[in-house]
């Protein structure tokens, strides 16, 4: 029991930090509103364009597409003054229901800010808030978009362009906004006491006298690297992935849908052709679903790089304790340690100007850490049954 009792006080200044990290993060505004709001009100009647099928009650719109109908959309726009704001945000819920994606995987439910120019051309720039597929329940988003040079037009459109279904939106607010001058200082000091609490803890947790030492502290510093990367690296890095994925797949597919030769004396070309094009849809279309299915499943690149670098790092810290000829208890307690470490990593993201922490990215580290840990149980039963028999 006193044993538990160091242990728990040795990780309570960490708790503490983590818990303070969350609680003032979560209530800190980094923004503050500079002007007033772009478009007030936001009812249906005061939209500069409506289509399809739209109806609002008290800033609530409802988005209906039937099976093979028309798209909905409504668009707001306002002009930019000279003194234009170098800063948006755009605030919103939105839920859906049975939104069935269009050709394109912007061909959904979603929330968007375009800009445009003086001649009414769409300016290319970030300009996404919301989008779902498939049914969601109500979820609520923001983003802070930065104000192009040229633009003279602002428009806020809620849009359900995909092939059926139901969207809604709700407690929509597009206000100009500047980033608050104690936000740089409060995120350094955050930042410092981190890295102060990083180094303390590698000599408490005597981590340098690890046998696999180095390759923790890699593995360790590549999750601390990935959870601070900006969220335009990381959509830009999941799109080569997936470009690369849907080249290797298409080439399979069509290596393997290939129709065996036919004697051309006894068979037409052009009807060849033809029935090979029925029996053999295009490859890259099926490789994009392959894809695109598996992306699904793992979470995207961003996923598999939660799951893999937590599955990592608990198999060496496993590893590197069986070498040590730990005791049985001391994994129990590195568990806890990953998760807490896990949480730690994630509260890191309040430290981003794009990021956020979420609940799901620990849950796929906890599923990455299980799954390590499974493995190395197996791993070291099949080494303990081979060291009996010799």
């Given amino acids: 029991m006193s044993d538990w009792k160091e242990k728990t006080k040795l990780r309570l200044p960490a708790v503490l930090l983590l818990a303070a990290s969350l609680l003032f993060w979560g209530l800190y505004d980094r923004y503050k509103v500079v002007g007033n709001p772009l478009f007030v009100p936001i009812t249906l009647e005061h939209a500069a364009a409506v289509q399809g099928d739209c109806s609002e009650s008290k800033g609530h719109f409802?988005?209906?597409?039937?099976?093979?109908?028309?798209?909905?959309?409504?668009?707001?726009?306002?002009?930019?003054?000279?003194?234009?704001?170098?800063?948006?945000?755009?605030?919103?819920?939105?839920?859906?229901?049975?939104?069935?994606?269009?050709?394109?995987?912007?061909?959904?439910?979603?929330?968007?800010?375009?800009?445009?120019?003086?001649?009414?051309?769409?300016?290319?720039?970030?300009?996404?808030?919301?989008?779902?597929?498939?049914?969601?329940?109500?979820?609520?988003?923001?983003?802070?978009?930065?104000?192009?040079?040229?633009?003279?037009?602002?428009?806020?459109?809620?849009?359900?362009?995909?092939?059926?279904?139901?969207?809604?939106?709700?407690?929509?607010?597009?206000?100009?906004?500047?980033?608050?001058?104690?936000?740089?200082?409060?995120?350094?000091?955050?930042?410092g006491l981190w890295i102060l609490m990083g180094a303390i803890y590698f000599f408490r947790c005597r981590l340098h006298r690890r046998r696999l030492k180095l390759f923790i502290l890699l593995n360790a510093l590549a999750i601390v690297v990935g959870v601070l990367m900006p969220e335009k690296w990381i959509k830009e890095t999941s799109e080569h992935i997936e470009e690369d994925a849907v080249k290797v797949v298409a080439a399979v597919v069509t290596t393997k849908s290939t129709p065996p030769p036919i004697e051309p004396l006894e068979t037409n070309p052009a009807t060849v052709t033809a029935s090979a094009k029925e029996k053999h849809p295009s490859s890259e279309q099926e490789a994009q679903e392959k894809v695109k299915e598996v992306s699904e499943s793992v979470g995207g690149a961003h996923g598999v790089g939660h799951f893999l670098l937590f599955a990592s790092l608990c198999f060496l810290v496993y590893w590197s304790a069986a070498l040590e000829r730990q005791h049985r208890s001391y994994y129990f307690k590195v568990a806890l340690d990953i998760l807490l470490f896990a949480a730690i990593t994630e509260s890191l993201q309040f430290l981003t100007m794009d990021r956020t922490p979420g609940i799901k990215d620990w849950f796929v580290d906890f599923y990455g850490m299980l799954t390590a840990l499974l493995l190395f149980v197996v791993l070291k039963f099949c080494f303990s049954l081979k060291g009996r028999k010799t």
């Avoid at 979820?139 to 037009?153: I, K, P, Y």
């Avoid at 359900?160 to 936000?183: C, H, M, N, W």
């Fill in 62 to 191: 409802i988005l209906k597409v039937e099976p093979g109908g028309k798209i909905a959309r409504v668009r707001f726009r306002a002009a930019l003054e000279k003194d234009k704001p170098k800063l948006i945000r755009v605030r919103g819920q939105m839920k859906t229901d049975g939104v069935v994606e269009g050709e394109n995987g912007w061909n959904c439910a979603r929330l968007i800010l375009v800009q445009r120019d003086a001649e009414n051309k769409w300016i290319p720039c970030e300009h996404g808030v919301l989008s779902f597929i498939e049914t969601q329940r109500w979820t609520s988003g923001f983003a802070v978009l930065e104000v192009q040079e040229n633009a003279r037009f602002i428009d806020l459109q809620l849009e359900q362009i995909g092939k059926e279904g139901t969207a809604e939106f709700d407690r929509l607010v597009v206000e100009p906004v500047e980033l608050r001058a104690s936000y740089i200082w409060m995120r350094n000091l955050f930042a």
